[in-house]
Structures are given as structure tokens and as C-alpha cells.
């Protein structure tokens, strides 16, 4: 039986690719560099320690840090997405429901902390988790289980207990470490692309997302 769900912050409380591509593309812009080619799904998910020494060139990040450009990004993303925040179709209907049904809810994201307390401040969501984990507070981000052992932790409950929405391959993988159950968003990537890796539900949204199909969805094997 589900006894908590954990909800990851990009591309699941908001559907904010977009804004994180544009802003890596204007901090490359913004240094006079060039971003590889290619597609960029395999960012999603992880933290600027990961992505940033691969996207940029080494001596840029030797000479600037990654910390110091992580900052600069995140305060570019925050400043080109602030006037279209909005949570996903859906999301506050469910953890109204949740509530209702004594269910416990958190945030648990790769993201750095003022990052998901901006979200969910500009979204007015604090009050609807009992715990919020950033990738800030684990030493292992996603696709390492941490950040959602973490919030079991913190909301009283078994892996096992949990249910994880989550958008990215990294996430995904994250919580079947776990031991989670688990199930995904196609905001980030296609659900052709999901289904490469993942066979669990697959969702465009939360609109017909309720207290039933949670419980229902955590019956299989995590």
C-alpha cells in the first residue's frame, strides 16, 4: 500500500525544460562559448556538478568553477521563467486529494535548494509537503537513490511505501534502486523515448491523476 509519494521538482511540479536548455544556452552565450551538439536528454534529471563539466569546455569551468557557474545559471534560469511558473495540469486537484486521504507528500529533487523553494513559493505548494529534499543535502544525486531514501526517511516510510514521480531516465533509474514504486511524466522526454528504458505507467499529466490510481499503482512489485 502506498503510504507516501514523492514528487521530483523539474518536469513534474513544473514543466520547466525549456527554460533550463535556454538558460544554459544564454551562461554559454554569456561566456563566449559554444554548447555541443546533439541531443541533451541525458542532463535531465542530474545536478550542475554532472552537467556542467560536460557541457562546457574544461578550461572555462577550471578557470570559473563549477559552483560559481551553477549559481549563474540557475539565477538566469530563475529570472527567464519567473513569468511563466505555473505547476503541472493536474498536480494541485491530486495533492489536494492526498491530503484528504492522509497521504504524505514530498519534493524530492536534484535541484539545488533555492531553486525548489523558489518553485514552490512561486506556485504557492510549500504546505502541501511534509518534507522537501534538494540535491543539496545528499552526497549521491540521481541516478543514485539518495535524495529519495532521504524523504522516505523523512516522511516516516518503507521504500517500499513509496510512490515516485519522476520525468528523467536518471530519476527513474533512481528510484527503482530504491526500491520505489514508480511513475513517469512525458514532459521532459516522449513516451516513445520512456519506453526505451522504462515499462511502469506513463502519464502526459495530472489531470486524471487520483487517491485511487496512486493506491492501484502501488500493488506490483516496486
Partial sequence: ??????????????DNRDAHVEAFRLLAERHRVRMPDGSLDWMYGRGNDTIIPQLFPASM?????????????EAIYRDIYADRIRPVHGLVTLLCELRRHGVLC??????????VDYVLEKCTLEDYFHAVVTG?????????PDIFLLAAELLGALPQECLVFEDSESGLRAAHTACMHSAA????LSAARLAEF????VIPDFSHVDYEWVMATGTGGC
Fill in 1 to 14: 500500500m502506498i503510504k507516501a509519494v514523492i514528487f521530483d521538482m523539474d518536469g513534474v511540479i513544473v
Fill in 61 to 73: 569551468v577550471a578557470e570559473i568553477g563549477t559552483a560559481c557557474l551553477g549559481r549563474e545559471k
Fill in 106 to 115: 514530498a519534493v524530492g529533487s536534484s535541484a539545488p535548494k533555492v531553486n
Fill in 136 to 144: 543539496d543535502m545528499v552526497e549521491r544525486r540521481k541516478p543514485a
Fill in 185 to 188: 511524466l512525458s514532459t521532459t
Fill in 198 to 201: 522504462y515499462n511502469g505507467p
